[in-house]
């Protein structure tokens, strides 16, 4: 059974940072590709970063080059590095493990944590 486990999220200010982790459980976390989704109240959850097995990165366009994402094959945990955060970015943050090593998309991933929720104030 594989299990992931959120977090890092907070309370935090526009402008602030955070770091998310996630750890993973399972043996064969490096061979799959991992991500971050997230929802924000009243909205749908949507794609924020990933990472796959080779460490290609993608991010969503409107956090790009705020939002940094990272895996450390060793400790089975992947990261999200929050910087410039503004008030938008409040939602309940998931990561999630893909059923490939390159697919990431919401519908191709096979496991889910159950969230951190982060909250900016403006």
């Known amino acids: 059974q594989v299990q992931l486990v959120e977090s890092g999220g907070g309370l935090v200010q526009a402008g602030g940072s955070l770091r998310l982790s996630c750890a993973t459980s399972?043996?064969?976390?490096?061979?799959?590709?991992m991500g971050w989704f997230r929802q924000a109240p009243g909205k749908e959850r949507e794609f924020v970063a990933a990472?796959?097995?080779?460490?290609?990165?993608d991010y969503a366009d409107s956090v790009k080059g705020r939002f940094t994402i990272s895996r450390d094959n060793a400790k089975n945990t992947v990261y999200l590095q929050m910087d410039s955060l503004k008030p938008e970015d409040t939602a309940v943050y998931y990561c999630?493990?893909?059923?490939?090593?390159?697919?990431?998309?919401?519908?191709?991933?096979?496991?889910w944590g159950k969230g951190t929720l982060v909250t900016v104030s403006s």
């Open positions: 399972g043996r064969t976390f490096s061979g799959y590709a």
């Open positions: 990472i796959t097995s080779s460490r290609r990165t």
């Open positions: 999630a493990r893909g059923s490939t090593s390159y697919y990431y998309r919401e519908d191709g991933m096979a496991y």
